[in-house]
Each structure stands twice: as C-alpha cells, then as structure tokens.
C-alpha cells in the first residue's frame, strides 16, 4: 500500500529559502524602525489560558480561537451534561483550559499586568511572532501568521496617536509600499453615533455592521443594519453618513448631532488632534482618510483606531491597530492607558511579491560559491572563505570536485550572484577568477577586490 502523501493543514505554509529571505527582510525593516521609535522586544508564549483569551475580542472572535484539549483523558473530566446534550460551548470550558494566542495585543495587557513591578511606564512594546485563528483559508488570510507589534502602554497622551503615524508612514517608505492610505477613525464617535442614535446598548452590532461597507457595500451593510432590528432613523442616518464623502462635511454633521453627545465631542476633538498631527508629521508617503465607517472589529480599542489599505493591490488591510484604555483592567490593573499597531506581514509579503518590489539583497542566499577543482585546491579556498564570510559575504565552497556543469548548475539553482574559481595558476598568482553570474564578465582579481566587488 502506498504511504499517504504528506500533507500540512489547510491555512498554514512552508517556506522556501527563498521565501524565507524575503520574509526576513520585511521582519529586518518593521524591526529596524521599532528600534529606531525606542520600542522595546518581549516575546510571550504561544499558548495561553484560555480564560485570558475570550471575551476580549467580540463573539466572532472568541469562536475563531484555537482551543487545546486538555492533556490525558480530557473526557474523564468533561462536563457529561453538555457532552450529552452537544452542547460545544458548555463543554469546552470542561475539556480545554488553553488556546493558542489569537493576536499579541491581549497578551501583552496580560504580560503588563504580570510584570508591572519590573517595567517602567510609559513602556514601548515590540514583538513578532506567530498568532492563529480558526478563519476560513483564503488569499491573505492564513489560520497561522505572523503579526508585528508595536504598542505604548501607560501614557493617555495623544502624542503618541500621532507617533504611531509616523512610525507606520517610515516602515511602508522603506518597504517601497508608496501608495497607500492610512484610514482613521475613533471609537468614541461611533459611540457618540450609537448614542444619538438610540441604540447605545447595540454599539457592537452597528460598528460590526458599518465596518463592512469595504467589503458588501452600502447596501449590505443596511441589509444588515434591517436584519440586526436596527430602528429607521438609525438606517437613514447612516444612509445619510455614507453620502458625505467630504471630510469637513462629515465632521460638520456630527458637530450638529454630538451637541448633547459628551463621549461624541470628545472624539471629535481627538480626531482633529490626530489629522492636525499628521499634517505637522512631515509623513513621507502617507496618505490620512477620515473613515466615518471604519470600526475594526476587536471590542477593546476605546478611542483612534488605524487600518492600512494598499492603494495599488486588492488584499485588504496590511496594518492595524488603536487605543484601548481599559484591557488591562480584566486582568486587575486599573487606569493603564495604552494604545498600539500591528504590521500583517503576510500581506505585506503578498502586495510586495505582486508588486515585484523586493530588492535584490531580499532574493539572494548565497552571494559568493567557491568552485571544488580538487583537495589542495579547496583547501586553499577554506582559508578564502573564512575571509570573505568575516567580511559579511555570505558565501559557500562546493562540497565535492564535480564536474564544472554541476557546480554551475547548483549556483544558478540558488540564485547565487558571484562564482569564485581557484584552480594551479590562481593560487601561484595568488588571485581569484571572479565571474559575475548576472553579466557573466569574468575577471582575475585580488581577494580584497573581490569582497568589494561582492559586498557592491
């Protein structure tokens, strides 16, 4: 009987070398300008208990939690009740007391809580690692990913709303993302909006809904609004939002609806404070939407909220994030303010990849291949390429003497840049042949010619 060929699960990846270097490369830059904004690494485990997980990210975020069967005999201590009745929800509190972590953002207000003692406030956070959500696989969206953090806790100043601009402005700059907009919004004026509205104790259905305009259109999102029993007034409200395309108009009107709206005045004037910001940001490439309809679906975000849209490729967001003034709270810690952003890199790897805007260091491994004539001749070049790798060459000796058209083979399979040929005359001259496998010029050169040639 044939073996079943081996599989991995639906929504997660292998990478490639090549893939890996490119993956890297994104990870390296994102890195560089946390570091440069003073944000300081952490990691957290991939598991958490689930109590820390649910509850903080809305209903259709707490189902798309991976949840993990307790260890041993999980059904010995199961809740027979609700596994008689099939009742899933009862019976996985029964079975499972872990998850793996769905984003890094409840982690890490965990992470505060435990550690408060041994931090400083404000503390700047940055991590990248891996989160998973029980999602539908589809283009862009994996059940395993990696997310990229950066998030100031301990601070309410609105400073640092503005610096998380600039800060998302320089990655995408230097990453070559130049056409993209960064939307905007504030969850005190969606609750200022479900206030005046009347429907203040249904502010979850009608951010969930409105936040979908993107995707089902104006008509989905009232089809929605009709189906969730939302009043008239409040369908024809939002029908009269949507027609306002104008960013003046739309803060206009909702001067005039927030006059009695204490929350919805606060977020207007935060808001302004973000969008005068931006413009004294002296941001590179960013372009900054008002984005009335904009709610992001993670309840705990309290005021700013972010999402990135690539201009130039259909993929949906490629970051995110906001302030959330109040998640450490369920975890004891009282009156900590924070707020953060997250990098999608697989997005990001995605709109690079269609855009065919990695640069050339990000598609090479192998930079420099020594070619094997013969055991005296590979000797000479181990001590070669002790030098060339101590110079930040990232460069290989063919392991065998094979024949020139298989060690040729094996450099252009790696998409190596540079091939060095050492063979009797070379070593007597004390030089290298040094072919460049792009031009395929070659050229006799000195050792430390070839590690400025190599390194460009």
């Known amino acids: 009987m044939a073996a079943n060929k081996p599989s991995i699960p639906k929504g997660t990846r292998d990478f ?25 690494p952490i990691e957290t485990p991939s598991m958490e208990k689930l109590s820390t997980l649910t509850g903080k990210y809305g209903e259709e975020g707490d189902r798309l939690i991976f949840k993990i069967l307790n260890s041993g005999d999980y059904l010995r201590k199961a809740n027979k009740d609700a596994l008689a009745e099939g009742n899933s929800t009862k019976l996985t509190s029964s079975i499972s007391e872990k998850a793996l972590r769905y984003d890094l953002t409840v982690p890490f207000a965990r992470f505060v809580v435990q550690h408060q003692n041994e931090i400083q406030f404000p503390f700047k956070r940055y ?25 100031v806790v301990g601070s309410d100043s609105l400073r640092y709303d503005v610096e998380l601009l600039s800060l998302i402005d320089e990655v995408m700059s230097d990453l ?11 969850r005190k004026i969606l609750a200022g909006l479900a206030e ?9 259905d009608y951010t969930v809904a409105i936040d979908k305009l993107d995707k089902v259109g104006e008509d989905g999102v009232i089809k929605e609004l009709e189906g969730r029993n939302m009043p008239s007034s409040v369908i024809s409200k939002t029908k009269k939002l949507f027609q306002l395309g104008d960013e003046e108009q739309t803060l206009a009107l909702l001067d005039d609806w927030f ?4 929350i919805g005045k606060k977020g207007l004037e935060e808001i302004r404070y973000l969008l005068n910001g931006a413009k004294n940001a002296d941001l590179r490439t960013a372009k900054i939407k008002f984005d009335i309809t904009l709610a992001r679906g993670l309840n705990y975000y309290t005021g700013s909220i972010y999402e990135v849209i690539s201009n130039e490729v259909e993929i949906g967001s490629i970051c995110g994030g906001g302030r959330y003034d109040d998640l450490t709270e369920v975890f004891g810690l009282k009156g900590i303010s924070g707020i953060g952003i997250s990098f999608g890199a697989e997005r990001i790897y ?6 065919d805007r990695f640069p050339e260091s990000a598609k090479e491994g192998i930079q420099l291949l020594f070619i ?7 000797k000479h070049c181990e001590s070669l390429l002790r030098e060339v790798r101590r110079a930040g060459i990232n460069a290989e000796l063919y392991p065998e003497s094979s024949k020139m058209q298989k060690q040729m083979k094996f450099a252009n399979a790696n998409t190596v840049s540079w091939v060095a040929m050492v063979g009797e005359n070379e070593m007597k001259n004390k030089t290298i042949r040094l072919k460049n496998m792009i031009s395929g010029e070659q ?8 590690i400025i040639k190599v390194k460009g």
Request: overall charge negative.
């Open 16 to 40: 490639l070398p090549s893939e890996m270097i490119r993956r890297d490369f994104i990870f390296d830059t994102i890195r560089k300008h946390f570091k440069r904004f003073a944000f300081m």
């Open 127 to 151: 991590q990248i690692q891996p989160v998973w959500r029980a999602d539908r696989p589809q283009h862009g969206r994996y059940r395993e990913f990696y997310q990229c953090d950066a998030d």
């Open 176 to 186: 070559s993302l130049v056409d993209y907009t960064i939307k905007i919004n504030n």
């Open 196 to 204: 005046v509205m009347g429907i203040a104790d249904q502010l979850t």
């Open 259 to 262: 006059s009695d709206s204490s």
């Open 350 to 355: 995605d709109v690079l990849m269609k855009l």
């Open 372 to 378: 094997n004539f013969g055991n005296e001749e590979a």
């Open 443 to 450: 050229e006799d050169v000195s050792i430390e010619t070839l």
